[in-house]
Nanobody
Framework: VQLQASGGGLVQPGGSLRLSCAAS????????MGWYRQAPGKQRELVAT???????NYADSVKGRFTISRDNAKNTVYLQMNSLEPGDTAIYYC???????????????WGSGTLVTVSR
């Protein structure tokens, strides 16, 4: 199983970016998909997650600015980021809890990350 993230880049404060993460390989079902980020010198932190039923969870720092969504048919999760601030600069990692077969154990997978830089 691989998680491939894309969509990062350099953007000015107040701008927008959309991240995508596609899961591929032998996948039976994905329970939870989401995004975490790690800024230089800081610990990795949750940004947003979405369950298979559509329930969402956001970090307080991004509520009202970021929106997570999923395309279950494509095993893909998106993160629409608006009103970006310099404090959002970080490597963004996608994450998934999934099963590879019916009745299989739920396993956690991480993508390789995509860099988001918010600067003038």
């Amino acid at each position: 199983v691989q998680l491939q993230a894309s969509g990062g880049g350099l953007v000015q404060p107040g701008g927008s970016l959309r991240l995508s993460c596609a899961a591929s390989g032998s996948i039976f079902s994905i329970n939870l998909m989401g995004w975490y980020r790690q800024a230089p010198g800081k610990q990795r932190e949750l940004v947003a997650t979405m369950g298979s039923g559509g329930g969402t969870n956001y970090a307080d720092s991004v509520k009202g600015r970021f929106t997570i969504s999923r395309d279950n048919a494509k095993n893909t999760v998106y993160l629409q980021m608006n009103s970006l601030e310099p404090g959002d600069t970080a490597i963004y990692y996608c994450n998934a809890f999934l099963t590879r077969s019916s009745g299989g154990i739920i396993t956690n997978y991480w993508g390789s990350g995509t860099l988001v830089t918010v600067s003038r």
